[in-house]
């Protein structure tokens, strides 16, 4: 799930991986290999793409369908 989320969250922008990697800090290669599960996204990562999508760790991971982030108390 995690993989087909983040190729989806990125399409859904028009946006290519090496744009994804630079937000990030890391090659292109590097996060193809997220997109593709061959490589585990550190949490840091993962914080930053759940930032940048203005969505949920949560949804990324695909414990919830749930798009929007979680509302701050």
């Known amino acids: ?3 087909q989320r983040l190729r989806d969250l990125r399409e859904d922008r ?3 991986q090496i744009d994804v990697a ?6 292109q290669t590097v996060y193809s290999r997220y997109e593709r ?3 585990t996204i ?3 990562h993962l914080l930053c793409l759940a ?3 203005g969505t949920s760790t949560d ?14 108390r």
Request: charged letters at 25%; aromatic letters at 18%.
């Open 1 to 3: 799930m995690l993989f």
């Open 14 to 16: 028009d946006l290519l």
């Open 22 to 27: 630079k937000v990030l800090g890391i090659s």
């Open 37 to 39: 599960g061959y490589q």
């Open 42 to 44: 550190p949490i840091p």
């Open 51 to 53: 930032d940048f999508y």
């Open 59 to 72: 949804y990324i991971l695909g414990r919830t369908n749930i798009k929007e982030p979680y509302k701050k």
